[in-house]
């Protein structure tokens, strides 16, 4: 994969974050995918995103497979750590990386054939094992690479551009993740990113394993007439469950006196405050059933559930149930690594 460098502009009157840094020092390479993709949407918001929370560049670490949505870590924070992994394996790879480093912020960039095909069980089991990432997939129900031949995300009676229908009934990655125990899962359009930047912002902050679906049209392959991924359709079906503000915590947070019935707050771990306005419907993010009801609900009408959809408070991350020690194994001395043979041999005694 070729990328070209941007050249390194700075405008004295853009705005900076509390490190210092502009937006433009959240950028990557320049992009190499078609003109008008929504990936390029979905990584303005998370250059959005980050600047916001001021993170540190070289904090974070970007991980992704193979497919048109894996290129998108090359173009945000170039100084940060990335890998990309072979096809479908990224969950595992950021898995074994956060087990060595906990203290790097993960963020895995996945789409649809990279995720819910090849990578099935890849997915399941880092939710399982609740792996403190976020992760997105951008889902717009095409092999991009591969000149657009339908995911397993694609809905039924979806033509392809050639005129096809879909007979296939698709995976929903927002329903597979409810029904796995994810403790964040929410999905978005990347045509919106009003709607995506604080869910992105809420997702890095979360405790545990954060998953977005985001409907990233292929402008290419899957943007025409009869497409249930398209602009146009998106636009048309989306369900959005309610407008979500993400407070960080570093942030004064002021309210009118007396409680404001039109308004839920869920304290992240780190006390950041996610705040939803809710709907007629009295959506409660915290119940996973009404989740999983909500989104069956919506399928089957035709139309697209959109917003945070479910978050857990109070869950256990990977170390946290595992009883890992605080420190990063990457940081602990070669003795407490590999305490010898002596201990080993006791160690496997209790097994036997």
Known sequence: MTSIAKPPVRHPSLGKNALGFTRRDYEGAMSTLCAGCGHDSVTAALIQAFWELDVPPHRAAKMSGIGCSSKTTAYFMKQSHGFNSVHGRMPSLTTGANAANRDLMYIGISGDGDS?????????????????????????GVYGLTKGQF???????????????????????????????????????????????????????HNGFAFIDIISPCVSFNDHEGSTKSYKHTREHEVDLAPV?????????????????????????????????????????????????HVRACSERGEVATGLLYVEEGGEEMHALNRTVAKPLVELPFEELCPGNARLQELMAEYR
């Open 245 to 293: 503000d993400f407070v960080p915590l570093r942030r004064e947070i002021t309210a009118k006196q007396g409680p404001d019935a039109g308004v839920t707050s869920v304290t992240m771990h780190d006390g950041s405050i996610l705040r939803f306005r809710k709907t007629a419907r009295e959506y409660d993010p915290t119940d996973r059933g009404a989740a999983a009801s």
């Open 116 to 140: 819910l095909s090849i990578g099935l069980g890849q997915f399941c089991h880092a939710i399982r094992r609740n792996v403190q990432m976020l992760y997105l997939l951008e889902n717009n």
């Open 151 to 205: 995911s397993a995300s694609a809905d039924v009676g979806s033509t392809s551009k050639k005129g096809e229908p879909n007979i296939q009934k698709p995976i929903d990655p927002a329903l597979l993740a409810l029904s796995l125990g994810a403790t964040f899962v929410a999905r978005s359009f990347s045509g919106d990113k009003a709607h995506l930047v604080p869910i992105l912002k809420a997702g890095l902050k």
